[in-house]
């Protein structure tokens, strides 16, 4: 069965500290993994798709990468409106659904 | 404005009780999702729904049925409610039903089931 594990489940940071999140996954071949941002309140938002071992993607101060075995998300200089959860998701070759973790919740301190 | 809305947006009712979530999408999309967010935030998928038909069914309580009407609808309710019913329930939707592109979310509707 498809696990996602995240950590740290907690993270809290100075304005500025750049830092790392990890996603863990086991799957029966890696079809995408998924990062989403989710806000207090409301639905989580995509923010990138990986597809391949050695596949890096960004968008402003978030970088991810993918390994046969793990994603990071790497925040840069990050700033108090990047406060958020961060949730890893994959899909697996055979499935139509994704499988979730439990999240990292980020904290960005002025 | 382009989205996925649900409504309510919290549903607060006494165990035994049934009732509905719908979520309505504005994207043009032919895949629709219904999440469940426990306390621990886990988010596990319950049902997809690619052009009206059921193609995901989780390990859920048949208590809960979908139903689709048309592509931009889904509908999920609730029979018999229980305490373990208590959750943050997430409407999504996708453009086809491979999983590769990304999946559009709800609000969400928070169920209290006391």
């Known amino acids: 069965e498809d696990q996602v594990t995240q950590s740290p489940e907690a993270l809290r940071l100075q304005e500025g500290e750049s830092s790392s999140l990890n996603c863990s996954y086991t799957?029966?071949?890696?079809?995408?993994l998924f990062w989403y941002r989710q806000d207090p309140g409301k639905g989580p938002e995509f923010l990138f798709t990986?597809?391949?071992a050695g596949e890096e993607k960004e968008k402003e101060r978030l970088k991810a990468t993918l390994t046969k075995k793990e994603s990071f998300l790497h925040i840069t200089a990050p700033k108090p409106e990047d406060s958020a959860t961060y949730l890893c998701?994959?899909?697996?070759?055979?499935?139509?659904?994704?499988?979730f973790g439990q999240g990292t919740r980020l904290t960005i301190n002025p | 404005d382009t989205a996925v809305s649900q409504t309510p947006k919290y549903l607060v009712t006494q165990m035994g009780n049934d009732k509905s979530i719908k979520c309505e999408q504005n994207?043009?999309?032919?895949?629709m999702y219904w999440y469940k967010q426990d306390s621990k935030k886990f988010l596990k998928i319950m049902f997809s729904?690619?052009?009206?038909?059921?193609?995901i069914n989780e390990t859920v309580p048949n208590r809960f049925s979908p139903k689709s009407p048309d592509k931009a609808h889904l509908n999920l309710h609730i029979n018999s409610l229980e305490l373990g019913d208590s959750a943050v329930y997430f409407c999504?939707?996708?453009?086809?039903?491979?999983?590769?592109?990304?999946?559009?979310f709800g609000p969400g509707t928070r169920l209290t089931v006391l």
């Open positions: 999504a939707s996708s453009q086809g039903a491979g999983l590769l592109n990304e999946q559009f």
């Open positions: 799957v029966s071949g890696l079809r995408g």
């Open positions: 990986l597809y391949s």
């Open positions: 998701a994959v899909s697996d070759q055979g499935a139509q659904k994704l499988v």
């Open positions: 994207l043009g999309h032919d895949t």
């Open positions: 729904y690619n052009n009206k038909e059921l193609i």
